[in-house]
């Protein structure tokens, strides 16, 4: 019976000591740096990544700005992104107390929530991407991993600890620095910003049903000539008003591209000049969901076909969305040509004389319901007409 007990005893020891060797070390003498250039060379699909380290002026800034947390917090650290429509981002930072990492454990988890959002229906593979990214703590140390393979990322973090630095890839050149991309968009020129040259939805449509466009601006001049050659391109006396309302969707989705500016974190202005009316998509052809849904309207209204914009919020991002309404036959339809015209896919017709209902499946458009008419009409639907 000693033997036996004797014998237990051994193994469990011996048990406790093997556990204890596998146990995960929590410190490193890499970086966040280098723990950061690690996670990127074993990444496959990886953009090109910025980058803004402790020592850069924008670093605090971003920490309060995006991640939510207090620099004084964190004692070292690295933020990796990627500008325009990209979600991928790697961020690895050292906080001055453990204690800290819980905090920012649910501030990252928060953050990843709201970037899957941002892309929400614009560009539904980098939401994805973003829907799929992870925290990982270690000790002091946490990683924000949002890129293309994740657990990839995540056992690359984790490897990094209880390694000498000497023992780390460093014979690998370090050249992930974007140069950041200068797109050539025309834009409306700054000369003319200011109210007297701001987009006037009614003062437009007022001049197109008068014939007397002596009072407006340059801008929305240029923007009602657009407009009527629209009109006597696409539209003819022939055509039912289900038939216009197709016609300038399908023109609106194939003459402009989405404004990528939208997602470019680094731009002082959000997105371009003139993209949330309808000179980005009449006039420099590129456009943001508000461009899109302001020409549906304007269009619309000089077709004189019944017509509304919506104004929400898609998912859980607090980015401003709009689509429209129409009213075919005493019916509402909702209409979304921006979600229509998605990035890295084709021109297609998923939100055309859809229900209310349809959007709420989606579960992505929110708005007022309390204000807005239901859409409930089926006879118009892409396909069934």
């Known amino acids: 019976m000693k033997?036996?007990?004797?014998?237990?005893?051994?193994?469990?020891?011996?048990?406790?000591i093997m556990g204890c060797s596998k146990q995960q070390a929590s410190e490193t003498d890499m970086?966040?740096?280098?723990?950061?250039?690690a996670i990127q060379r074993n990444q496959q699909e990886l953009p090109e990544l910025k980058e803004i380290d402790s020592e850069d002026t924008d670093?605090?800034?971003?920490?309060?700005?995006?991640?939510?947390?207090?620099?004084?917090?964190?004692?070292?650290g690295v933020i990796c992104y990627a500008d325009g429509v990209e979600a991928s981002e790697i961020a690895v930072l050292e906080m001055a107390d453990e204690?800290?990492?819980?905090?920012?454990?649910?501030?990252?988890?928060?953050?990843?929530?709201?970037?899957a959002g941002v892309f929400e229906g614009y560009a539904p593979q980098q939401a994805a991407i973003a829907k799929e990214g992870i925290v990982v703590v270690n000790g002091r140390y946490i990683a924000l991993l949002i890129c293309p393979e994740p657990q990839t990322a995540e056992k690359v973090f984790l490897e990094c600890f209880g390694k000498r630095k000497e023992n780390s890839k460093n014979n690998v050149e370090?050249?992930?620095?974007?140069t950041n991309i200068e797109e050539n968009v025309a834009t409306t020129p700054s000369s003319e910003a200011g109210t007297e040259n701001s987009y006037d939805a009614e003062a437009v449509l007022q001049a197109y049903r008068s014939g007397d466009d002596s009072s407006l601006s340059e801008i929305n001049r240029k923007i009602l000539e657009a407009a009527k050659d629209v009109i006597a391109s696409e539209i003819n006396d022939d055509m039912s008003?289900?038939?216009?309302?197709?016609?300038?969707?399908?023109?609106?989705?194939?003459?402009?591209?989405?404004?990528?500016s939208v997602f470019d974190r680094s731009s002082a202005e959000g997105f371009t000049d003139g993209s949330d009316t309808p000179y980005g998509v009449l006039i420099d052809q590129s456009a943001m969901c508000h461009g899109y849904s302001s020409t549906f309207q304007l269009l619309m209204?000089?077709?004189n076909i019944e017509c509304m914009t919506i104004f929400g919020i898609p998912g859980s991002n607090e980015v401003e969305h709009s689509w429209n309404m129409v009213k075919l036959d005493g019916e509402w339809y909702c209409v979304d040509c921006a979600w229509d015209d998605p990035i890295g896919g084709s021109p297609c017709?998923?939100?055309?004389?859809?229900?209310?209902?349809?959007?709420?499946d989606d579960g992505i458009h929110r708005w007022d319901e309390s204000s807005m008419p239901e859409a409930t009409g089926t006879a118009y639907a892409y396909g069934n007409h």
Do not use: G
């Open 31 to 37: 970086t966040p740096n280098d723990i950061a250039e």
């Open 174 to 178: 370090n050249e992930n620095h974007r």
């Open 349 to 360: 017709h998923t939100y055309f004389n859809v229900t209310s209902d349809d959007l709420r």
């Open 99 to 115: 204690k800290n990492c819980k905090a920012a454990e649910e501030a990252f988890d928060e953050y990843i929530q709201n970037r």
């Open 59 to 76: 670093f605090a800034t971003w920490l309060s700005d995006y991640y939510l947390l207090q620099a004084e917090q964190v004692s070292d």
């Open 241 to 260: 008003d289900y038939e216009k309302e197709l016609a300038i969707h399908d023109f609106i989705i194939v003459r402009s591209r989405f404004d990528y």
């Open 3 to 16: 033997k036996l007990l004797y014998f237990i005893f051994i193994f469990l020891l011996l048990f406790s």
């Open 301 to 303: 209204d000089m077709l």
